[in-house]
């Protein structure tokens, strides 16, 4: 399972905008450090989304793989509910 979550490195650390769900207390990530002069909030958004749909197709691959499948309309319902599409 991938998550994207903001924070602020400072003095050495990391301090989150939120804690992770699901996430045991020892868990691998990887940092990206972005450079505040060049990305704004709007398009740090974008790049949260985009590494969200990414892990949300390798997540349906995962359940292909295990069998673990389940009718589109719930697939679309979940997709109309995370991007407040209204049917």
Not at 24 to 41: E, G, M
Not at 45 to 54: A, F, G, P, S, Y
Request: a negative charge; aromatic letters at 6%.
């Amino acid at each position: 399972m991938l998550q994207t979550i903001q924070g602020i490195y400072q003095n050495g650390q990391i301090e989150l905008t939120e804690q992770p769900q699901d996430v045991s207390d020892r868990a691998q990530v990887l940092v990206t450090f972005l450079d505040s002069n060049k990305i704004n909030s709007t398009q740090l958004r974008q790049l949260i989304d985009q590494l969200e749909t990414i892990a949300g197709i390798q997540q349906g691959f995962d359940e292909l793989n295990a069998g673990q499948t389940r009718p589109i309309q719930g697939f679309v319902q979940d997709m109309q509910h995370r991007y407040g599409i209204s049917s």
